[in-house]
């Protein structure tokens, strides 16, 4: 589903850009613990002048992973941990050390 664009509401011009944008942030997390953050802004129409609001982006952090407009990127994409590199192995053998301590 497209990104819906912000048309003006009396005279249908598309708008392209806020010329004031703040942020709202949701008091309450979701079942994933993950904070909503949505982006607002202030529309003005260039055809007829009109103001209104709306969405600008919706961002939500924290969890396990984030999600931007509703594409998720988790930490193991972003953070790559390195591989476990397994060490050498030697074998030592104790009987011939017990032999000549006596």
Excluded: A
Aim: charged fraction near 30%; proline fraction near 6%.
């Amino acid at each position: 589903m497209p990104k819906r664009r912000n048309t003006c509401p009396i005279c249908g011009t598309v708008v392209e850009e806020p010329y004031k944008t703040w942020q709202l942030y949701s008091p309450l997390p979701d079942s994933k613990g993950r904070i909503t953050i949505t982006i607002m802004g202030m529309f003005q129409c260039h055809n007829c002048g009109h103001k209104w609001r709306g969405v600008v982006s919706k961002i939500k952090v924290g969890g396990e992973d984030v999600e931007i407009e509703g594409k998720s990127i988790s930490k193991s994409e972003t953070e790559k941990k390195p591989t476990r590199r397994e060490g050498e192995i030697i074998e030592i053998d104790i009987s011939n050390i017990d032999e000549e301590e006596f």
